[in-house]
């Protein structure tokens, strides 16, 4: 049995992850289960097509259904973490759906820095919010820490019950 999580590298061991860079770019459109909130029940083919788009695993449903690839542990923490960054109704991280997470991973993957991020997600807000800067950087946080699994800056109105690193 395969457990999807932490490994010796940043992309989950995955080798020969997809080319996601600028030069081709791997289509995010007809995937409609990205499109479904953080916050609901992750169904076997979400969780493959985040897997897929995460970490360039190629798998197939019947692998996680029959438990050959473990991902529970994995999505678990997905769950936790969407739930503590959007605990108070969304009001400290833009993030609302799967696609908005591995969008945000694809501009980590290729090297974006957090300005960069923050200008590209800034785009793509429909309100001026007065805490804008804090609501970019809580979905760049958010992100970081579904792709590392493990903690990324901090969540100043949530409780995770861990205490951060100085």
Known sequence: MHVIGRSSNSWGGVANPPDLGLGRRVSLAMTSVLDD????????????????????????????????????????????????????????????????????????????????????????????????NELLNGSIDLAASLVLMMEVGSLPYGFSGREQLA
């Open 37 to 132: 909130s953080i916050l609901s029940s992750i169904g076997i083919n979400a969780k493959r097509e985040i897997i897929k788009y995460l970490w360039g695993g190629d798998i197939h449903s019947r692998q996680i259904f029959t438990g050959e690839i473990n991902c529970e542990p994995y999505f678990h923490y997905y769950a936790e973490q969407s739930g503590a960054a959007l605990h108070d109704g969304g009001r400290h991280s833009s993030v609302r759906t799967h696609r908005d997470i591995i969008e945000i991973a694809q501009h980590l993957r290729n090297g974006l820095t957090r300005d960069e991020i923050k200008q590209t997600l800034r785009t793509k807000l429909t309100t001026s919010v007065p805490n804008e």
